[in-house]
């Protein structure tokens, strides 16, 4: 079935870049997208990418997208405590373009 | 702000008692959408409404009640829930559902946390 994974928990220092990484398994993907979640907040649209491109810059925000593998990353540049959040990635899926969430990547920014 | 609100932002309920999340958009959007957030879950897709007809229900429970009276409010009635319902309920609204060619992105509200005693 659809299914979307990522890695729980990134730890970076400030100043560092961070790299969040994100498989997916629907080839049928048209969009892929990464979302920001801080606490006690709802879900923010960061970045997305049509699946015919293999990269997409917006500031400190680099997507690659891979679809031969079928995995999808988000680099920060410079990494901010301010960026210390949740970041989900979904993919739009069949006939009803329905998202399929992956279980988010708590990124920890250490002073 | 993504204007997208959710009103309460909190909410604590009993099991008897009936309550409902009112979500709003001034996006202009047309389809709108109710997610349950769990921890350790992936986001649960509930409800999507699209110019204002219910085109998802995903084996929601009927204790909970989606209603759309316009394309720019929707809210989720509730009743007789459990304790294992208590979560953050995310509304979502996106420019209109469906087009192969074009992004559907949604955008989110803040959430209601819901805690059922």
């Known amino acids: 079935g659809e299914d979307v994974e990522q890695s729980l928990f990134l730890s970076v220092r400030e100043g560092d870049s961070s790299v969040i990484n994100c498989t997916y398994t629907d080839s049928s993907s048209t969009y892929l997208y990464w979302y920001k979640q801080e606490p006690g907040a709802g879900l923010q649209l960061l970045t997305y990418i049509f699946s015919n491109m293999d990269m997409k810059q917006d500031q400190r925000l680099t997507v690659l997208l891979n679809k031969k593998d079928k995995h999808l990353s988000l680099r920060i540049a410079d990494t901010q405590t301010g960026d210390s959040a949740i970041y989900f990635c979904?993919?739009?899926?069949?006939?009803?373009?329905?998202?399929?969430w992956g279980l988010g990547t708590s990124l920890a920014v250490n002073p | 702000e993504t204007g997208v609100t959710q009103t309460p932002r909190h909410l604590v309920m009993g099991m008897t008692n009936k309550k409902s999340l009112k979500c709003e958009q001034h996006l202009g959007h047309n389809a709108m959408y109710w997610y349950k957030q769990s921890a350790k879950k992936p986001l649960e897709l509930m409800f999507v409404?699209?110019?204002?007809?219910?085109?998802e229900n995903n084996s929601v429970p009927s204790r909970f009640s989606p209603e759309c009276p316009n394309s720019s409010h929707l809210f989720l009635h509730l009743h007789t829930l459990q304790p294992e319902d208590s979560a953050l309920y995310l509304c979502?609204?996106?420019?209109?559902?469906?087009?192969?060619?074009?992004?559907?992105?949604?955008?989110f509200g803040p959430g209601t946390r819901l805690t059922v005693l």
């Open positions: 979502a609204s996106s420019p209109a559902r469906g087009g192969v060619s074009s992004t559907d992105t949604q955008y």
């Open positions: 979904a993919e739009d899926a069949g006939n009803n373009r329905k998202l399929i």
């Open positions: 409404y699209n110019f204002k007809e219910q085109t």
